[in-house]
């Protein structure tokens, strides 16, 4: 059994689509054997990398089942089981424990905006209490759920009031912040940082793992980040970390879902396309992606040997 904390670089899994836009899980175990090789520690399923809120309860218990055959028992799968139904998440929670999965984590709700801490813990305790097994992480993401509450304060009431209450997930930029996170008073939390372009500076102040979505298409360079971080070159790390700053850049001239699944597709790594509201890239907008890549020398460096279709 995998204990917290967790370690490394956890890949956020995309959910791969066949060309009719359902969910294709054959696809699931190759792109989890590339993602392994190319050296993430564990797999977070059905957040917002994988689409989870558009796809179905039974879609999303189907692809972590097929996510969890997959690891094998090879690193951790933590499943994303957040929805705007409370009962709901809590099904899923339940589903995650019974398909063996190693972690829980959840969003608040979004659509009707969490207001208060209050509300926050008695939504994340009833869905951490329906898989009691299994280790809690919060996943915050503000930028998403529109929810402003002070993470640190969950923290420290949840550490008092949610018993397998593991830790975060957190996803947004403010270090000072991530770094109080880590020092609560309640107990030690599992703080694991969410943002891939800022991962030298989450490092520096403490994280020892971190959840991202170019950890698909880059872990191999995230690795040597870490390296370098821990060999206490820091010119180097600062120099690959830049890396990651110009990919994300390339990236951000499209809609990031679709360019993301594209570069997958590029490594040899087929995922489809993406869900509605979400789009796919054109041709054209996948050929200028390439074009845009190879500017910056991202084949070169990703770490990952096959580009498509080039």
């Not at 097929?66 to 028992?73: F, N, R």
């Not at 959840?211 to 010119?235: C, F, H, K, M, V």
Request: aromatic share 8%.
């Amino acid at each position: 059994m995998f204990e917290t904390p967790l370690n490394g670089l956890i890949a956020a899994t995309v959910t791969p689509l066949d060309s009719n836009g359902l969910v294709e899980l054959a696809a699931i175990k190759p792109m989890i054997e590339r993602l392994i090789e190319s050296g993430v520690t564990g797999l977070y399923v059905c957040g917002s990398t994988g689409e989870g809120m558009s796809l179905t309860c039974q879609e999303r218990k189907n692809v972590v089942e097929a996510s969890v055959d997959a690891a094998g028992g090879r690193v951790p799968v933590i499943v994303q089981v957040g929805h705007n139904s409370i009962t709901d998440a809590c099904d899923l929670a339940k589903h995650a424990m019974s398909a063996e999965a190693n972690v829980v984590s959840a969003t608040c709700p979004s659509y009707f905006k969490v207001a208060d801490t209050d509300t926050l813990l008695s939504c994340m305790g009833q869905i951490a209490n329906a898989a009691p097994e299994l280790p809690f992480y919060y996943y915050h993401i503000p930028a998403l759920t529109g929810s402003q509450i002070d993470v640190v304060e969950f923290l420290e009431r949840g550490g008092k009031s949610i018993p397998n209450l593991a830790g975060l997930k957190y996803t947004n930029t403010l270090i000072h912040e991530f770094q109080a996170c880590q020092n609560t008073q309640s107990r030690a939390f599992d703080v694991v940082w969410g943002c891939d372009e800022m991962l030298l500076a989450a490092f520096a102040s403490g994280a020892t793992a971190a959840i991202g979505s170019t950890y698909n298409i880059a872990a191999p360079l995230y690795r040597r980040i870490i390296e370098a971080i821990e060999a206490g070159d820091w010119q180097t790390a600062r120099q690959l970390q830049y890396h990651s700053v110009a990919m994300v850049n390339v990236m951000k001239s499209y809609a990031f879902h679709g360019a993301l699944k594209a570069i997958m597709s590029m490594l040899g790594m087929p995922v489809g396309s993406c869900r509605l509201p979400l789009n796919e890239l054109t041709k054209d907008e996948t050929e200028s992606l390439r074009s845009g890549l190879n500017d910056i020398g991202f084949f070169d460096w990703c770490g990952h040997e096959t580009q498509v279709g080039s």
